[in-house]
């Protein structure tokens, strides 16, 4: 039989391959395969042939398939290039007809302020942040960033050892005058944490020093971490604080006798004040209490810093703050510290939210415009409440008969006089339960307070405008907690089967929030 080479064409590429015929007629190769299932010698003659003829055409057919493969893949190669090299390209030019290539600047500009605001704190004192950002992707985005003043006006500065995130430590000065002058005449509003342990004081003394050059058109005004020691640079301001809303200030009281430290008085004048926000603030500051509309003092756990943030303090503020529309005070006094009692409760007619924790200060109070009140200790709840704040809020709601709306009690124990403090509230709408600690007989304690918020047929129904219930549970360790039962479901069928001559609002929503202290 003959075994030269025949050509043939692939279809699909037209690849010329040469093929030896016994690869298309394998009738050749029949009588070794009876060999293949047994283990019979074979002839010497066929074991001849095989070995000098055909195995040999085959190892040759197989070294020619091999580099006629290698062949291939470098011609697969140098196309696939070709193909990215094209895809790159089809990509690129396409981008040329994108529709945000025909954006109007003040379309580009409106987009950017949503991106941004997104965030707060927009602008961090670094090239990879913020504005900085959008203004390296090209040279019209950079014109749009650049030229939007608006863009520039809010920004937060983390300065110290811990601040490479959030501020460039090199030419961190330069980039603050930067953006101060990109902002045009519009107000600006920062944050300032400041690290007090870092080795480069001199560094966030500057970019302090600099903020207070443009005081006059600070809106909103923020210092984390403040150090007491640093007070007399803010100075300056008094006076020039024409533009000031909002001061947020929170410092560290931690060693610092207040007698040592003279009153801050740098934001006395400021007219158009009208919220602060104090927290940890270890001395005194005069502030145009008359002005205010939203006041909060927020303590730590010592019962020595609340030299401040006594009932009494919080008191003289109520009086000087005739326009106080929200009061907050964050942790209440030790219960068993030793405090002196008010005189006469005083009547303010403005306040309309308190949030806090002081059976002495809701004892001395009248408020009959009140809508909202928050009894908590901190923002979390990893305070429990005295039992004794609930007779205090039980009597100052008695004497002020006020419109309440909102309610949220904290770890609640003694229910009779839960149940009291809720018939003092016929108008509540949003009712929030939160407890710092759970254990099994709380579903037991609830259920007389359960029970009476079945809606029932007499005008006897406990809040009938109920809209909305939250209970809140922060358990330090994970738990089974259930709480629907069969008094809850009652509760739940009436408030939305109810009687049309019960005068009762349908309970829109219930929200159960739970989460496990760290």
């Known amino acids: 039989m003959s075994l030269k080479a025949s050509d043939h064409l692939c279809r699909s590429c037209g690849i010329s ?38 195995l040999k055409d085959m190892s040759d057919e197989m070294r020619r398939l091999n580099s006629e493969m290698e062949r291939v893949r470098s011609l697969m190669g140098e196309i696939e290039k070709e193909r990215e090299l094209l895809q790159t390209r089809i990509k690129r030019y396409t981008a040329l007809t994108s529709p945000v290539r025909r954006l109007p600047p003040e379309i580009l500009a409106e987009i950017f302020g949503w991106v941004l605001s997104s965030d707060h704190w927009t602008l961090f004192l670094r ?14 985005w950079r014109h749009v960033v650049n030229s939007t003043p608006r863009l520039w006006t809010t920004f937060r500065i983390v300065y110290g050892i ?13 980039l603050l005058k930067t953006a101060i002058s990109r902002c045009g005449t519009n107000t600006i ?38 150090d007491p020691e640093l007070l007399p640079l ?30 801050l008085s740098a934001f006395e004048i400021a007219p158009m004040l009208r919220e602060v ?29 609340f030299r401040e943030g006594s009932a009494l303090n919080r008191l003289h503020i109520l009086k000087e703050c005739p326009n106080l529309l929200h009061l907050e005070f964050i942790h209440g006094l030790p219960d068993n510290t030793a405090r002196p009692h008010a005189n006469l409760p005083i009547q303010h007619h403005s306040l309309r939210t308190l949030h806090g924790c002081d059976d002495l200060f809701f ?10 009140l928050h009894i908590k200790m901190k923002d979390d709840l990893s305070e429990r409440c005295p039992p004794k704040v609930y007779i205090a809020v039980r009597a100052l709601l008695q004497r002020s008969a006020c419109p309440l ?36 007989e709380m579903v037991i304690r609830l259920g007389p307070l359960i029970r009476r918020l079945k809606a029932t047929s007499s005008h006897d129904t406990l809040l009938p405008k109920l809209e909305c219930l939250r209970i809140k549970i922060q358990h330090e360790y994970p738990t089974t907690i259930c709480i629907i039962n069969s008094a809850f479901c009652d509760f739940l069928e009436s408030r939305w089967n109810f009687s049309e001559n019960a005068m009762v609002t349908r309970l829109q929503k219930i929200d159960f929030f739970r989460s496990e202290s760290s």
């Open 277 to 305: 926000q104090r927290n940890n603030v270890g001395f005194h500051m005069t502030l145009p209490l008359n002005q205010l509309t939203r006041y909060k003092d927020g303590w730590g756990d010592s019962a020595e810093e």
């Open 189 to 226: 509003s920062f944050n300032l944490e400041l690290d007090n342990d870092s080795d480069d004081d001199v560094g966030g003394i500057n970019l302090l020093q600099e903020l207070i050059l443009h005081s006059d058109r600070w809106k909103t005004a923020e210092f984390y971490n403040f």
């Open 234 to 263: 803010l100075a300056p301001v008094r006076g020039h604080l024409a533009s000031l809303e909002t001061l947020k200030f929170d410092s560290s009281p931690y060693g610092i006798d207040p007698d040592l430290v003279d009153p």
């Open 162 to 174: 811990e601040s490479s995130a959030n501020c460039s430590p090199i030419g961190a000065v330069d």
């Open 405 to 440: 709306q909102k309610l949220s009690l904290l770890d609640i124990v003694d229910i009779p006089v839960v149940i009291d403090i809720l018939h003092s509230c016929p108008t509540l709408s949003h009712l929030t339960l939160s407890f710092g600690f759970w254990h099994k």
């Open 127 to 140: 090239l990879n942040k913020g504005p900085w950002l959008l203004g390296r992707i090209c040279s019209q």
């Open 17 to 54: 391959i040469s093929r030896k015929p016994f690869l298309d007629d394998l009738s050749c190769l029949g009588s070794f395969d009876n060999y293949l299932n047994t283990n019979e010698p074979l002839p010497e003659a066929e074991a001849t042939r095989l070995r000098h003829t055909i």
């Open 363 to 372: 004892d001395s109070l009248i408020l009959p415009s009140l809508e909202e």
